[in-house]
């Protein structure tokens, strides 16, 4: 696998008829000096100085232009982005748990780089994600046309992983899994891509039951139409150990609630309120458990 041959092919993708004037009004957005940024719940970038209206209105009319935010919030000079993620709740979980100074981190299906931003607090070595989405992509621009970080987006997948030119200390893989049609083989991508003695942090969906089960959801979960498997915890400590993984930590449990996934007016269409059984939202639409996630630690 030639993944310089991939990279350019997937640069291309940003010339889609759909992304390519994105990508044109990004070089056009009003330039300052003088920025502020932050990293804390909400990823705040300010100026020292008053921008002026017209400014302000240019940035948030082309951050609306970028629809949908799944990933969050931001605040760029006053336009609070409010996602439809309340993404500093599964950070913050999980922040407790690593320690990233001087190493060489990678975020697996980053979005639009909203952890990675948060994770510069910790002086990595490096900053890696991965995600193939031209607009999550020009999320994170957006983002860092402003921020001015030194991370590094890859439009590649987990599947590219062991072709990639770096190994890393640290990886997160945070809501993929699930999407996998081979979760082993993709947690086996994940362990190949680890320096020795490096940590996983994964989460995804479980379903409860103390025996070694999965559930293969027929077209949808929570309307979500590309679930393909969802374990119970002990068949997803089965899977790491099928992938070479040791330490099988479990971190966290829990349930996905409206407090922290919700539909607002920076996204399009349905959320979490809409993908639960009306009458019984301990149940998905389709009359499977409701969503809720485990949060991992394993190590190479």
Not at 131 to 155: C, G, H, R, W
Not at 171 to 186: D, M
């Amino acid at each position: 696998m030639n993944i310089d041959d991939i990279k350019k092919q997937r640069q291309s993708w940003l010339k889609w008829k759909n992304i390519k004037p994105l990508r044109e009004k990004l070089e056009r957005l009003p330039r300052f000096d003088d920025i502020h940024v932050s990293y804390d719940d909400v990823v705040s970038l300010n100026l020292h100085v008053d921008i002026e209206n017209n400014q302000k209105d240019a940035i948030y009319e082309f951050a609306k232009m970028l629809k949908p935010w799944r990933k969050g919030p931001f605040d760029v000079f006053g336009t609070f982005i409010d996602s439809e993620w309340q993404s500093f709740k599964k950070y913050n979980l999980l922040e407790p748990y690593f320690n990233l100074k001087d190493k060489i981190v990678g975020d697996i299906g980053c979005n639009n780089g909203y952890y990675l931003f948060r994770m510069l607090n910790h002086q990595p070595r490096e900053l890696i994600g991965f995600d193939p989405s031209p607009l999550f992509k020009t999320q994170f621009d957006f983002i860092n046309f402003y921020a001015k970080t030194d991370i590094v987006y890859e439009m590649l997948g987990v599947e590219h992983l062991p072709y990639y030119d770096k190994k890393f200390d640290v990886l997160f893989c945070l809501g993929v899994l699930y999407h996998r049609h081979n979760p082993i083989e993709t947690l086996k991508h994940l362990q190949k891509s680890l320096n020795k003695n490096g940590e996983l942090f994964l989460d995804t969906f479980y379903i409860s039951g103390e025996s070694e089960m999965v559930l293969s959801p027929a077209k949808t979960y929570s309307k979500i139409p590309n679930v393909h498997f969802v374990p119970t915890i002990r068949a997803l400590e089965n899977w790491c150990e099928k992938a070479n993984f040791s330490g099988f930590e479990v971190l966290k449990i829990k349930k996905t609630d409206l407090s922290e996934q919700r539909k607002t007016e920076w996204i399009d269409g349905e959320s979490l309120n809409n993908f639960l059984d009306p009458n019984d939202d301990s149940l998905t639409i389709e009359g499977y458990e409701a969503p809720k996630r485990v949060y991992i630690r394993v190590e190479k």
